[in-house]
């Protein structure tokens, strides 16, 4: 038996993400305090009360400073990771900071640096690594029944309803660096130790940029590994506003010179028509009446539980902190180099010619 430690846990952003870790937290075992913080009071005393939390503060500092905290999950939106997640590798706690690890490479390298300095326990939550049919998909490349990968393509589709929602939190938040990126991750971890070196990507606007939105309806990359293995990325989220999934549609495929692998994961075998409406996982004034069921990107509340990618991932990591039990969650080196790719998609599509990574 592994020993256990009780963890107090402080969640820094109360928010979407920042509510479903606190509620999953407070399910897990280990999990004996735990203290919340938003710069909004409204939000960090209403998540404080859902969870029965121990303590909570609008000042960041003051809630990692706790003497209970031994664990901190920065939930921040993405361009507000960077001031709370330093912060956060001071206390020398383990930490889970959400994707991406940064928005600026600027900001990711000293983010990285800090960690390196300070031997940190710093690990990035791109949920992908934790759906099951993409862990199975690792554990047959691990076993060498696909052999060398030579090529890979992922391409999402979304509805234009949750990508104008995702720009008016952020307009950096583009369907390539807020969604895409989780396959760029996903890419990398399948083809450990064979880093991307060159992109080349074409976007096309239409009815995002419509709406007053300088991004693109379509965007392709093909992506070149070190040993020369082809990737191809792809993402829209301009689909109609009743498109019927409420997350990523996706479909990734794997060919090796031993096997391919196919995965289909639109959510297309389990459709669902109601005349009550489904509510949007995203959208709090969006209803469906035709919906794929289990499309919903974090996951799936069912009986009182939260099924799905972010549920596991979370208990995976508060297992390792309870215990050291090993988890999969992306470490900083992976996700700076995710970042520069993600990034890097986003420029061959401006400028309309490849860029060059080299080997990071």
């Keep these: 038996m592994k020993t256990k430690k009780e963890i107090g846990l402080a969640i820094i952003g109360c928010g979407r993400i920042g509510t479903l870790r606190g509620k999953l937290a407070n399910m897990h075992p280990s999990v004996g305090y735990i203290a919340v913080s938003d710069s909004d009071p409204v939000a960090a005393e209403k998540l404080a009360k859902a969870l029965g939390a121990d303590f909570w503060s609008t000042d960041s500092q003051e809630v990692m400073a706790r003497p209970e905290v031994n664990a901190i999950d920065i939930a921040t939106s993405e361009h507000e990771h960077t001031k709370p997640l330093l912060a956060a590798l001071e206390r020398g706690v383990p930490v889970l900071v959400e994707k991406p690890l940064a928005l600026l490479e600027n900001d990711a390298d000293l983010i990285l640096a800090r ?11 791109y949920s992908r690594r934790y759906k099951n049919r993409y862990l199975i998909a690792k554990e047959q490349i691990m076993q060498g029944r696909l052999g060398t990968i030579t ?9 234009r309803s949750q990508c104008f929602a995702m720009l008016q939190r952020n307009k950096g938040a583009t369907p390539v660096v807020d969604a895409l990126t989780y396959y760029v991750d996903l890419m990398g971890w399948f083809l450990a130790e064979n880093p991307v070196v060159e992109v080349f990507a074409k976007g096309q606007k239409g009815v995002i940029h419509q709406a007053g939105y300088d991004t693109e309806d379509v965007t392709w990359a093909i992506l070149t590994c070190k040993d020369g293995a082809v990737v191809n990325l792809g993402v829209s989220y301009a689909l109609p506003e009743k498109w019927p999934s409420v997350g990523h549609s996706a479909r990734v495929e794997l060919l090796g010179t031993h096997g391919t692998l196919l995965i289909n994961d639109d959510h297309t075998d389990q ?15 969006h209803q469906l009446q035709t919906v794929f069921l289990e499309s919903s990107t974090p996951g799936d509340w069912a009986l009182g539980d939260f099924l799905g990618p972010i ?50």
Excluded at 115 to 125: F, K
Excluded at 271 to 285: C, I, K, N, R, W
Excluded at 319 to 329: A, H, I, W
Aim: negative net charge; charged residues 20%.
């Design 151 to 159: 090529g890979a393509c992922a391409r999402l589709y979304n509805s």
């Design 311 to 360: 549920a596991d991932e979370t208990r995976a990591w508060l297992d390792y902190v309870s215990t050291g039990k090993p988890c999969n969650l992306a470490k900083p080196a992976d996700a700076r180099r995710t970042l520069a790719v993600t990034l890097a998609i986003e420029e061959s599509a401006r400028i309309g010619k490849t860029v060059y990574l080299g080997e990071q």
């Design 271 to 285: 459709v669902m028509q109601t005349e009550v409406g489904f509510p949007h996982v995203y959208l709090s004034d």
């Design 115 to 125: 960690s390196v300095a300070l031997n940190s326990d710093l690990h990035i939550g």
